[in-house]
């Protein structure tokens, strides 16, 4: 095992990738895939009982050790093959985002999350009416190709880049997502992958497995103070991980090659088999917002391996490390991973197809973002924003506000919700029967108070009597109404303790 890693390391620093086999392997139950994977194989599709793996050249012998059949489809690093060239390579990303930031300044703003491994940007542009600004708007996110062999995703988020500039100001439907959303779209998240043509970054580690995983890495959230972990991940990692803790991501997805199908979270979960299905709090709408995508796309929908193009990410094939699932652990942000083509790379001539047969999709499932409830969370004296956490009742999922801005997106299907929030130092606060329809979301704008009712610094007899007065309905009360259940003796109760030394407020069961 040392001596692996040192070779994988000597590698690296000379700049020579580690070599790799693509395998096609015949399996025939679910105990294999697990003895397939220890051996240091990443699973990169399952079908029936035949599996694609990624082999380093090193593991090869233990994958004989299993005498289950195989046949290498490829080494990579590779020469791409003839009929590849309309695809963008790392420069050529590069070129065509800072055309569009040259050609649209006032709603791009192009970044860099960090470098590769090999030194190389990872480009994010961020698209918006006000887009160096946070605003209250909810923020969304497209990136592809962390596998460098499944590089369809570049081109479609190019595309997607594209429509959405050029449209800006005529068509009133993308005129009005980029204006109230925040888009962030990262078209090649693996430039040395890409670049070498191979799954693997330079250093031959696989983006998608090397994010933290649950529970062993962590087990509560980024608002809870759960540290980030990301010390000891590839580069690529740690840049993305720390970018989308610093944005505050309502819904994303991530795009990959190998087959056509919309994989939602959880791709894993402690104490389900891989091939079982391993519903989020939200499955419901997970598979709504699934189907966003997938029914406006003819090859899911017609999918002959996967029911209406969609798939819990589990009952496929469990994977540890995914992206998907720490997004919404960590951060609450909604993240699936989207296959767009069942063949990896293919010839450049498929390129327009796939862009027909993606673009609705990829407007559609961004305009999922704008369901459900919204709101500002802000301190009730201050008027500050607050970090603060919003939950249904009923579901244990919770997201958080920007804490630049105090807006929070709690994406919802249609129907009738108690919606609780809760920040340190303040009084939970609940706002029942809110109302969710199809469309656009509705609007609930909530003030915390930490029970200072005359704002001295202090919580003390004076607040009480202010909180009594109110309940009283004496004339010229202040509003003391600090739970969001009106103004009652249980807003009395709550600045009592707090008073009393109670403070801050104890958590509501459950948190
Ligand atoms: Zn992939």
């Known amino acids: 095992m040392a001596a692996s890693i040192l070779v994988v390391i000597m590698a690296a620093a000379r700049g020579v990738p580690p070599r790799t086999a693509v395998v096609e392997i015949t399996f025939s139950d679910r105990a294999d895939l697990q003895r397939i994977r220890a051996t240091g194989a990443t699973i990169s599709r399952v079908r029936s009982d035949r599996a694609e793996i ?3 050249a090193s593991r090869i012998e233990a994958l004989d050790a299993l005498e289950l059949p195989y046949r290498i489809t490829e080494w990579q690093p590779a020469a791409l093959p003839k009929g590849r060239e309309n695809y963008h390579d790392y420069p050529e990303v590069t070129a065509a985002l800072a055309a569009f930031t ?3 300044p006032e709603i791009t703003n192009l970044v860099s999350l960090g470098q590769s491994e090999g030194g190389r940007e990872l480009w994010a542009l961020h698209i918006s009416d006000n887009p160096t600004d946070e605003e209250d708007e909810p923020e969304f996110k497209y990136l592809a190709t962390l596998h460098g062999d499944e590089p369809i995703g570049t081109e479609l988020c190019l595309d997607f880049i594209g429509l959405l500039l050029s449209e800006y100001g005529s068509n009133p439907r993308i005129t009005g997502l980029v204006d109230e959303t925040s888009i962030w779209v990262v078209p090649l998240a693996n430039p040395d992958g890409r670049m070498l043509g191979q799954r693997y970054n330079l250093d031959g580690q696989d983006l998608n497995r090397s994010f933290p995983v649950y529970p062993e890495d962590y087990s509560g959230t980024f608002f809870g103070g759960d540290a980030l972990s990301d010390a000891g991940r590839p580069v690529e990692v740690g840049h993305i991980m720390r970018w989308t803790a610093e944005n505050s991501f309502v819904l994303s997805a991530n795009f990959h090659t190998g087959a056509t199908v919309v994989n939602y979270p959880f791709d894993n979960e402690p104490g389900i088999p891989s091939g079982q299905d391993a519903p989020t709090a939200d499955d419901a709408l997970m598979e709504s917002l699934s189907l966003r995508y997938a029914m406006n796309n003819p090859v899911m929908w017609n999918s002959p391996f996967f029911t209406d193009g969609i ?8 994977i540890l490390g995914g992206m998907q699932d720490w997004n919404y652990r960590y951060v609450g942000c909604i993240d699936m991973t989207i296959e767009l083509s069942d063949t990896k790379w293919p010839d450049d001539t498929a390129l327009p197809g796939l862009w027909a047969d993606n673009e609705e999709a990829m407007l559609s499932y961004l305009e999922g973002v704008h369901l459900g409830v919204r709101g500002l969370v802000t301190d009730k004296k201050t008027g500050l924003p607050v970090w603060a956490q919003v939950r249904v009742r009923g579901n244990t999922q919770r997201v958080f506000t920007d804490p630049e801005v105090g807006d929070y997106h709690r994406l919802l299907l249609p129907g009738m919700y108690d919606m609780e929030f809760f920040a340190p130092g303040y009084i939970p606060y609940l706002v029942r029967g809110v109302t969710v329809e199809e469309g656009g979301a509705v609007r609930r ?10 704002g001295d610094g202090w919580v003390e007899a004076v607040d009480i009597q202010m909180a009594i007065a109110a309940v009283l309905r004496q004339p010229g009360a202040v509003d003391a109404d ?5 103004a009652t003796v249980t807003d009395v109760q709550h600045i009592i303790n707090i008073a009393l030394g109670k403070s801050p407020e104890p958590r509501p069961s459950g948190w």
């Open 445 to 454: 704008d909530v003030t915390l108070s930490d029970g200072d009712l005359n």
């Open 102 to 104: 040259e050609g649209y």
């Open 311 to 318: 798939v819990n990410g589990s009952a496929w094939y469990s």
């Open 482 to 486: 600090v739970d969001g259940g009106g």
């Open 54 to 56: 990624y082999v380093p």
